[in-house]
Structure formats: C-alpha cells, structure tokens
Nanobody, 121 residues
Framework: QVNLVESGGGLVQPGGSLRLSCAASGFTFSLFAMTWYRQAPGKERELVATINDSGGRLNYADSVKGRFTISRDNSANTVYLQMSKLKPEDTAVYYC??????????????WGQGTQVTVSS
C-alpha cells in the first residue's frame, strides 16, 4: 500500500527553522521525483521545491530560494525540506508528492496527508 507521511511541522517564530520529513513506503521511492507543495488558507496550492530521483537536480519556488533546501535519502525512502529564515507568509499546510512518468507515459502521482507549518510571533 502506497503511503507518504509528512512530519516535522509546527509553530515557529519568524526567522526560525524547521525540518520537514516525508517517509515513503509501498513503491520504489528511488525512481520517483519528489516535490514539496504548500497551501495556505485562501490560496492555491504552490510548488515549493522539487528533487529528481537521484537527488542531482533541484528546483525551488522563487519565494523560498536561498532559504529552503530539499534533499532525499533513497536508502531511507525519505525526502526532507529544511526551512530556514522562515517568514509568516510561509505558513501553510505542506504536502509531499511523489511523481513518476513511466516509459509508457503513464503518470504515477502520490500524496501525503500534509503537515501544518505556522510561522508567527
């Protein structure tokens, strides 16, 4: 059974740091690109950061570039999001996503349940 479980969210003051984790099971994690998304109240879902299967290619939203770092440990089936210099506008539910396009063109798209990050003084 496919499962993605985010953890590490919570309340943090502006300027602080949090490290989110997403533990994956039920599929071949090392074949999937992993992405962190977030959704704030009243806002559309936003791509935060993405990392390819091997971990060698990273992309970030402009709003988090230089502050957030995505990484993965394929041996642990886990993707991380290290968040630093947090701002109130980073407040959102953060979701991890696993995506694979097979050689047949079929998309596999898995989602976790989300973890709340609140940045407030």
């Amino acid at each position: 059974q496919v499962n993605l479980v985010e953890s590490g969210g919570g309340l943090v003051q502006p300027g602080g740091s949090l490290r989110l984790s997403c533990a994956a099971s039920g599929f071949t994690f090392s074949l999937f690109a992993m992405t962190w998304y977030r959704q704030a109240p009243g806002k559309e879902r936003e791509l935060v950061a993405t990392i390819n299967d091997s971990g060698g290619r990273l992309n970030y939203a402009d709003s988090v570039k230089g502050r957030f770092t995505i990484s993965r440990d394929n041996s642990a089936n886990t993707v991380y999001l290290q968040m630093s210099k947090l701002k109130p506008e980073d407040t959102a539910v953060y979701y991890c996503n696993a995506h694979l396009r097979s050689i047949l063109g079929k998309d596999y798209d898995y989602w976790g349940q989300g973890t709340q990050v609140t940045v407030s003084s």
